[in-house]
């Protein structure tokens, strides 16, 4: 069930009414039962697997707590086997077969192993990744096991969260879905206007900068310049609006309830560094790395060389969650050396820094940071957005390909067109631009505090006129030809 559709319009308040209506023991039943048809909305053979990860994980969790030594370790692996062995099958099994068909196919051998006819399920690696943080918290003691069964299950399919995140730390969820939250007037408002919001992201920006971006990756070998700088310029708004938008949703249905998640997006596109980034973007899932990845291989403890080793590994290792494609891969290799390279290069360049004298104009030198990150990151997108590498290739190497000549042709009403526009229209084009900007403006606003507490500050005519003109937004200016499905379903 997508967010941004009719079916969730219905789902939302009716879950919620009754949430609230039925006495608190069986609200975890409630939230279950929803949760369950949320996800077989999509396609409900995968429940099956869901509930094989969920038994798995549940009487693992137990096992791990009341072991000790070697078997308690062998539970925490047999429970990871199990996660990752799905994640394998589902995601990765026919990527890893034509690598090595291929291979084959170099010393003119014919691969025998079979490729399976399946389909991705909806959000696995955000529930797998979510399952086991639970086991390696039982396992490193730091979150006691959970003996109901059905709030465990919950835990990892808790309908806001499930299809993409943000990925939860058992310690912030689970006792969360043993207290009872009654209904607060200032909490539920406060989660629906974050929906709104998310909303407003999602079909009045993500959706419609797609209009622009999907004409031009999708048959991009017959274009070069503007076109395919503007879409890929579009391409960064439309992943954040979309993802963000969701995070809003998800962070404002549960809050309406009285479940607080995790915050998973704060500014990015505001960021200096790369490494600022990423403490911005998709912030469950980096820290997912970092907990468990990094801080396991050693974290800063080791040498400055192994250090970089480390964090070049856990971006490609993160380049792989997203995708069984060498475009992820090489995605999550740039920001690995994003990273690597700025902290190789950290004395130099404040040396060269200090001696042009930029940081005695600090608008300035920010102005030079933020657009370098959002350039950086625009041109990584590529080749997270393009559907192969011969696209992506071709992208990258054309983005500045007929500049000059294209300049000339600005005062051609068909060029604009065709190269600006991108055969959507001058008015897509308006309201796309204003939204965006709309949205940063807010985003600025919202520097070193929530906008959500300052509107309150203000006069009740300000607050609900910009209400309402959120959904008035939503409602003018949002694309709903087609419910876009969010583009981080597919991982």
Not at 8 to 32: A, C, D, E, M, N
Not at 102 to 111: E, M, Q
Not at 177 to 193: A, M, W
Not at 291 to 317: M, T
Request: proline share 3%; net charge positive; glycine share 6%.
């Amino acid at each position: 069930m997508l967010f941004n559709s009719l079916e969730f319009l219905i789902f939302f308040p009716l879950v919620t009414i009754l949430y609230f209506l039925i006495p608190y023991k069986f609200r975890w039943l409630l939230l279950l039962l929803a949760s369950c048809y949320f996800y077989m909305a999509f396609v409900p053979i995968y429940m099956l697997i869901l509930g094989f990860t969920i038994v798995v994980d549940y009487y693992a969790g137990i096992w791990i707590e009341a072991a000790e030594g070697k078997r308690r370790k062998a539970f925490l692996t047999l429970s990871l086997i199990a996660n990752i062995g799905v994640l394998a099958v589902f995601k990765y099994y026919n990527f890893i077969n034509t690598n090595f068909t291929w291979l084959l196919s170099g010393f003119a051998l014919k691969n025998p192993i079979p490729f399976l006819t399946i389909l991705l399920p909806i959000g696995l690696s955000f529930h797998t990744f979510q399952a086991m943080s639970y086991t390696i918290e039982v396992y490193r003691g730091n979150q006691q096991a959970e003996r109901h069964f059905g709030i465990y299950s919950l835990y990892v399919m808790f309908y806001p969260q499930l299809v993409a995140g943000p990925i939860e730390r058992p310690q912030n969820v689970l006792h969360q879905f043993h207290e009872k939250y009654d209904f607060n007037y200032q909490r539920v408002t406060d989660g629906l206007k974050l929906m709104a919001w998310g909303m407003f992201k999602k079909v009045v920006i993500a959706d419609r900068a797609a209009l622009f971006v999907n004409s031009v990756y999708d048959h991009p070998f017959d274009k070069s310049g503007f076109p395919l700088i503007i879409s890929t310029i579009f391409f960064s708004f439309q992943i954040f609006c979309d993802f963000s938008g969701y995070s809003d949703i998800a962070l404002g249905s549960a809050q309406v309830m009285g479940f607080e998640l995790m915050k998973n997006f704060d500014r990015p596109y505001f960021s200096k560094t790369m490494s600022e980034f990423w403490r911005r973007w998709h912030i469950s899932l980096s820290t997912w790395f970092r907990d468990y990845l990094y801080i396991s291989l050693g974290g800063n403890r080791v040498s400055k060389w192994r250090k970089e080793y480390n964090l070049f590994l856990v971006f490609l290792v993160s380049g792989i969650w997203h995708g069984a494609s060498w475009n992820f891969i090489i995605w999550g290799a740039i920001h690995g050396f994003y990273l690597v390279f700025a902290n190789l290069t950290a004395t130099f360049r404040n040396t060269f820094i200090q001696f042009v004298g930029m940081k005695q104009f600090p608008f300035l030198y920010k102005i030079i940071q933020v657009s370098s990150v959002f350039v950086l990151s625009s041109l990584a997108w590529i080749f997270f957005r393009a559907s192969d590498f011969s696209k992506a290739q071709y992208i990258l190497s054309h983005l500045l390909s007929n500049i000059g000549e294209q300049l000339g042709q600005l005062s051609n009403a068909t060029f604009i067109q065709e190269s600006i526009l991108l055969k959507q229209g001058g008015i897509q084009f308006s309201i796309l631009i204003v939204a965006i900007l709309g949205m940063e403006t807010i985003h600025y606003l919202q520097r070193g505090r929530s906008l959500r507490a300052q509107l309150k500050q203000q006069p009740t005519w300000l607050r609900w006129s910009l209400y309402y003109g959120i959904i008035l937004s939503i409602l003018l200016f949002g694309v709903f030809d087609k419910p876009a499905q969010f583009i981080y379903f597919q991982f």
